[in-house]
């Protein structure tokens, strides 16, 4: 279809091409002479008019198509050595079920239906790659990054109709302590499909420690708790008992059972910390009769007691989302000691955390403990009029409260019927829940600009994922500023506001969805979730304490090392990225008491979590098993400071190489933590993906072309306007 792109009017152009081709008319009729020559003449020039006149009408041809997208089909191949393990002889492994499934039938109905991307994986992702390639690869890898590689897909994957993933791995993930991360959801639907057929795991005797986990640092009078998890097979029924050593001496025994077939249990030690230092805990788990590798039975760390100044006391309901994604972003958070309770099924509090001596009756000596306060979706009646007048205190005299609401919260019979009325920074009369059929966008107030808590790099605050609920009807208290708003159909709607009080500060969400921060495709780098409860944190805090003087931390890359890998220490300087020390020197202690330096480079670290800093790193390869100490120091204008302990532990055999039934219960997580489906055979499998219905897209392109500036046109009209001038030349013509 040819169309015209002229911005002018089409009759100021008629217009103009009429007056010329009138001019020149009469100026042939008035000066030339009356013979064929001029007649010539007068055409040439009236073609050349048409020409320009094609010219500025700017012609083109535009031809308007429908394209059909498919959607995305992913596969995900396990190529770790653990894909070769089988419970028999007879019984085919891994590896060779995983290539069984990649050649069943589904496959065909799924081409022709989405397009496939495919990927395999061990330590590291490999690129978009054929299908085909899946038979010439081959389960070698050292280890495997189960979880890293997934989310590794899903940020290659962020924005496309991605209708699914078959997942086949056997479920281990050396690179992770604990499993729990397989039930985070996921962006699309996870098929995984059991490789190999359940029991039949009977082999020599063994028993393995597979993970130790605990807080690293402690409050002095808390009390924690040791994680353990052990494995193996081969028990004979026989009992299993998990002992745990503080400084060499025994702590406790608690005994558990292993089914001889192979599985694996989990311990928890309770442990008190009544003195300041660094306290070394070694699990261990006596060998079983005939057990010939002996190396993999124990596994140590090490916990520093410290008198920590900075406390958050979190008070929650019944647990919700944003309590999930909160306490996980408080744990992470190195400028405060969190202790957090919630509400159980009895309608008392629990400890989220370690809680120590602490409980949550809030009473003013225990309040003194405190600089922030956090309560979450509670009334009035939880509350209680007691605390709520202790709160009012703590904010005058000083410290800063969070209102986290909720339903309970916010509307009628919530905190505002409470002592904390007259404190908060909104006030309303009608609170309603605004839930609505889409997401309410949410952006920075102009207030919000110059403030603490949004300060840093602006173009990390220009796309914020929005928010699924608003408690609305609010007004804004005296002297209190809006941080955060969101657009709905009822107009503009605070979503954080904030207000002095007092010494103290006071800041409200009227939210109860803060945590899909944490999840929407607009945080990409940004990660507006941890960024904001940081920095939050960091101007809630009083100044002298938020600024964390000259200490040096280090952490490390990973929180599970095997013998023969690399691990990558980081280390970071205060908490001012600003502060930039001149050199950090690390000292390594062997586990034989050997000790080995170390010059770190600058560096931007990024940790498991995904935030960043300015730092410095330095890579290590563990040539022996056991527990390693870390210590370094910085030095900066001619002074030294020390860094806060660290240790990691060496693993002696990596569970790739170690037989063991395959994970089946990370791989029904992921599965139903996504919306997929565990399959439970190959047949099963086949079936299931042959009978999945996708959706494709419509998307009308279109595709244009001039016909003004193309070469025929142009070559046409110079070559008028060249033998127009040549006939005039050859007469003598002006």
């Known amino acids: 279809m040819i169309v015209f792109e002229h911005s002018f009017p089409v009759w100021s152009i008629a217009m103009v091409i009429a007056a010329a081709v009138v001019c020149g008319i009469f100026t042939a009729w008035r000066f030339l002479q009356r013979r064929a020559f001029s007649a010539v003449l007068v055409c040439l020039y009236v073609l050349v008019l048409a020409g320009m006149t094609w010219c500025l009408l700017l012609p083109g041809i535009r031809n308007t198509y429908t394209q059909v997208r498919k959607p995305r089909f992913i596969v995900a191949l396990d190529t770790s050595q653990s894909m070769t393990l089988s419970p028999a002889p007879n019984i085919p492994n891994r590896w060779t079920t995983a290539q069984e499934a990649l050649i069943r039938p589904w496959l065909k109905h799924i081409t022709s239906e989405c397009d496939i991307e495919f990927f395999h994986f061990n330590s590291e992702l490999s690129e978009n790659t054929p299908i085909s390639d899946a038979r010439s690869l081959k389960p070698d890898g050292a280890a495997t990054r189960l979880r890293h590689s997934l989310k590794k897909i899903a940020d290659h994957s962020a924005g496309l109709n991605v209708a699914g993933m078959l997942l086949l791995s056997d479920g281990t993930d050396t690179g992770e302590a604990l499993d729990d991360w397989a039930g985070v959801p996921q ?249 609505g059929e889409k997401p309410f966008p949410v952006k920075l107030s102009e207030a919000a600009r110059g403030h603490p808590a949004f300060a840093g790099d602006a173009a990390l605050w220009q796309n914020i994922p929005p928010v699924l609920s608003l408690f609305t009807g609010f007004a804004l208290s005296p002297g209190a500023e809006t941080l955060v708003t969101a657009d709905t159909p009822n107009g503009t709607q605070p979503v954080v506001a904030t207000q002095r009080f007092g010494q103290g500060k006071v800041t409200a969400i009227l939210t109860d969805s803060l945590w899909r921060w944490q999840l929407g495709p607009e945080a990409g780098r940004a990660r507006p979730y941890e960024r904001f409860w940081t920095q939050m944190i960091s101007w809630l805090l009083p100044r002298q304490e938020a600024i964390d003087g000259m200490r040096l931390e280090f952490v490390a890359d990973r929180d599970q090392v095997f013998l023969g890998e690399s691990i990558e220490l980081s280390a970071r300087f205060g908490t001012d990225d600003s502060l930039k020390p001149d050199s950090i020197e690390a000292k390594i202690t062997l586990p034989d008491k050997r000790e080995v330096p170390y010059r770190m480079s600058p560096q931007l670290v990024t940790l498991p979590s995904g935030k960043s800093f300015p730092g410095f790193s330095a890579t290590f390869s563990a040539t022996q098993p056991g527990l390693y100490n870390v210590s370094g120091s910085a030095k900066m204008k001619g002074q030294t400071y020390a860094s806060e302990p660290f240790s990691f532990f060496v693993k002696p055999h990596s569970p790739e190489t170690v037989p063991r039934p395959a994970k089946v219960e990370v791989l029904q997580a992921l599965s139903t933590s996504s919306g997929g489906r565990f399959f439970e055979s190959l047949d099963s499998m086949n079936e299931g993906l042959s009978k999945l219905q996708f959706h494709t897209s419509e998307e009308k392109l279109s595709d244009y072309k001039t016909l003004w500036r193309e070469w025929p046109a142009v070559i046409l009209l110079m070559s008028v306007l060249a033998i127009s001038w040549g006939l005039r030349k050859s007469q003598n013509l002006p």
């Open 187 to 435: 962006p699309f639907p996870v098929y995984t499909l059991r490789l190999e057929p359940p029991g039949g795991w009977k082999q020599d005797p063994d028993l393995r420690v597979d993970t130790v986990t605990t807080s690293r640092r402690v409050t002095l009078g808390w009390k924690s708790e040791l994680k353990t998890k052990v494995s193996g097979q081969g028990t004979r029924g026989s009992p299993v008992t998990v002992q745990l050593f503080e400084n060499g001496a025994l702590k406790g025994e608690i005994p558990t059972q292993i089914p001889d077939e192979g599985g694996e249990r989990e311990v928890t030690f309770d442990l008190e910390h009544p003195k300041m230092g660094i306290f070394n805990y070694r699990v261990f788990v006596p060998p079983l009769a005939g057990e010939i590798n002996k190396e993999d039975n124990e596994q140590m760390v090490n916990v520093e007691v410290v008198d920590a100044r900075n406390r958050l006391l979190y008070l929650e309901g019944v647990p919700r989302w944003e309590y999930k994604y909160l306490r996980r972003a408080l744990l992470s958070e190195r400028q405060i000691s969190p202790i957090i309770f919630f509400t159980g099924s009895d309608g008392s509090p629990q400890g989220g955390t370690p809680v120590g001596n602490v409980t949550a009756d809030m009473t003013t000596q225990q309040l003194a403990y405190f600089k922030i306060i956090m309560l979450g979706n509670i009334d009035a009646k939880e509350l209680g009029a007691a605390r709520a007048k202790n709160l009012v205190k703590f904010v005058e005299e000083g410290g800063s409260l969070i209102l986290l609401g909720g339903a309970k919260g916010w509307t009628a019979g919530g905190l505002e019927e409470t002592d904390l009325g007259k404190m908060l920074p909104v006030r309303g009369a009608d609170v309603k829940t605004l839930e």
